[in-house]
């Protein structure tokens, strides 16, 4: 079965600085990798996500994260970080054979001003 | 699109109490998804459905838990009797039926067992 690990439990950066969230996944073969991002109160949003291809994903809200084979790892991040992206960030891994994702414990992001 | 509804938003109720929680998925979605949200447990899949079909249920916790699809644009989850321990947000996501597509989640049901 797969599963993932997120090292970090709580990151503080200052606004404009650059974040990098990590995600360390385990997974026999190729896995679908997504990071999704929970605000307060709210279910969670997809931010991005890989299946295959390009191992440098972009997604929403100007995040990109890096697939790694070598290092089994998918870290998210974004070169300058504003107030509104505080927030928790999931990292999920689901397997192309299987509908279901498990989800890390999360990282919280606090954006100091 | 409305997105995934869930309801209620928030429910209080004393221990033993029947608790049922409400999810209506994306039109057209025809995969269902309940997960349970704790600090301790993080996100944990409960059962998630197919075309109205429970297709993996190894996650519900014990027999206190159950949960239907009667038809493609309704679920439920019930817990009978409650416990503490229950005390939880509770997110319905669906998706479509491809391996890449998006899962939408719905804005959660935060539980709270006295």
């Known amino acids: 079965a797969q599963s993932v690990t997120q090292p970090d439990i709580h990151i503080t950066v200052s606004e404009g600085a650059s974040l990098e969230l990590r995600c360390n996944y385990s997974y026999g073969a190729t896995p679908y990798l997504f990071w999704y991002v929970q605000s307060p109160g709210q279910g969670l949003q997809l931010l991005l996500k890989?299946?295959?291809?390009?191992?440098l994903v972009q997604g929403i809200k100007g995040f990109e994260a890096e697939f790694k084979r070598s290092q089994s790892s998918f870290n998210l991040r974004k070169p300058s970080v504003h107030w509104s992206d505080a927030a928790e960030y999931f990292c999920a891994v689901g397997a192309p054979d299987d509908y279901k994702l498990s989800f890390g414990a999360g990282t919280t992001v606090t954006v100091r001003a | 699109d409305a997105g995934v509804i869930q309801s209620p938003r928030h429910e209080v109720t004393e221990m033993g109490q029947e608790v049922t929680l409400r999810c209506k998925p994306i039109?057209?979605?025809?995969?269902l998804f309940w997960y349970r949200q704790t600090m301790m447990r993080g996100l944990e899949l409960l059962i998630y459905f197919n075309n109205n079909v429970p297709i993996d249920d190894s996650g519900m916790p014990e027999d206190r838990f159950s949960a239907k699809m009667p038809n493609a644009s309704f679920s439920t989850l019930k817990i009978q009797p409650s416990e503490p321990r229950d005390s939880a947000v509770y997110f319905c996501a669906s998706k479509s039926g491809s391996h890449t597509g998006e899962l939408f989640f719905g804005e959660g049901s935060r539980l709270t067992v006295l």
């Open positions: 039109s057209g979605h025809d995969y």
């Open positions: 890989y299946f295959s291809g390009d191992t």
